[in-house]
C-alpha cells in the first residue's frame, strides 16, 4: 500500500493513470499508515503485566538497534542517492547536519476540524519516508505517558482516541495518525484485546464497509482537485473514516485467511499465507528502499520511449511491479551473502536462518 501510494499518478482525468490515482493511491492506501502505527502501539505493550522503569528502558534500548540506527543510516543513504542522481541544490548543504536527519518546515499542514493546524516538526532532510520511523521514536519515548492515561481512563480512553481521529486532532509537531492510531494500538494491547479476534465476529461487515467509504472516497477525489482534498473537512472527515475503517478492515482480511481449519499448522497451509510469512521481513527493506531517487531515475529512461498520454500510467504500473518483485529479490539476495549488514540496517529484521541439520553420532 505505501509503495502504491508513493507512485506517481496524475490528476489530469485526460491521463489515464488518473482513475488509479483516485482509486489505489488515495483511498485503498490509506490504511496502510495508521495500520503500521496501530500494530506498532500493540507490539510496544502486547503481554504486559506492567510498565515501570526497567521496562520503559528496555524498550528505548530495543529500539536504538531497530529505529534509531536503520534511521541514521538509511538517511544518509537517501542523502548520497539525491546527491549521485539530482544536483546539490535538490538537498540540505552538508554543513547542517540537523537539516538532513531532523528537517524542521512547513512540508505537511495538517486541517483540524478544531480549526486549528498541526505542524509536523518536518521530514528528515535526506529521506523523506523516515519521518514514520522519527515518529515512532517520539511516540516509543512517550510510552509511559500512554500507559498511565490508558489505566487512569480505562475504557474511556477508546472514545477518547476515537474523538481526536476524527476531530483530527494530535499533539503539536505529531500526525494525527501517528498519536491515534498508536495510542489506539497500545489501548488494545493493554487491555489484551487481540484486534484479529475483535474484528473476527463480523468481518464481512466490516470489509463491506470499508469498501463502501473507499468507493465513495475514490469518488470524492476523482471530482476534486487535489488542494480540497486536503483541505476540505467533509472530505477529510470520509479520509479519517475509511483509514480507520481500513485498519480493522485489514485485520478482518487477516482473520479469514487465517481462520484455523483444524491445526495450528494450517494457519500457514494455503499459498497466499505461505507468500505473506516469507515477505513479512522483508517489508521494512521495501520501504526504505522503494523511493529512493536512484530507483525513481529510471523514469527518466522509459519516458521517452512512450507516447506522452500513456507515461505516467506505464510509469504507475512499471513502478508498482518493479518494486514489489526486485527490491524484495535484492533484500533475500543481501539476507544470503550479508545477513550480518541487512540484520543491521534494517535492526534485525531479517529472515530466519534455518538451524544446521543435527548430525547423530553413529
Known sequence: M?????TEASWDHADPSSLLNATLCWTISLAALSTFFFISGYL?????????????????????????????IWITIGYACTL????PDSVSHFSDIAEIFWAKGFNMTEHSLLGYDSVPLGYPGGHDVLWFVRDLMIMTLLSPVIWWLAKLLRLWIFPLILAGILLHAGLPGLENRTVCYFSLGAAFAIYRTDPTAFVRRRPVVIITAWAILCAAGSAAVYRY????ILTGPKVMLLRDLTALSGVFALFAIVSLSLRPRGSAEDHASTPVNRLMLKLAPAGFFIYVVHPLAIVEA??????????????TFTAFIYFTVARLTLIP???FALARVAHRTLAV??????????????????
Do not use: C
Open 2 to 6: 505505501i509503495v502504491l501510494m508513493h
Open 44 to 72: 510496544l505493550f502486547a503481554g504486559r503485566q506492567t510498565f515501570g522503569p526497567s521496562d520503559y528502558f528496555h524498550s528505548l534500548r530495543r529500539r536504538v538497534a531497530s529505529l534509531l540506527i536503520p534511521y541514521l
Open 84 to 87: 549521485a542522481v539530482d544536483s
Open 225 to 228: 482537485d487535489m488542494n480540497h
Open 298 to 311: 529510471f523514469s527518466r529512461i522509459t519516458d521517452p520511449l512512450l507516447p506522452e498520454k500513456w507515461q
Open 329 to 331: 529479490q535484492l533484500y
Open 345 to 362: 540496517i534494517t535492526g534485525g529484521r531479517t529472515p530466519r536462518r534455518p538451524a544446521p541439520a543435527r548430525v547423530d553420532a553413529v
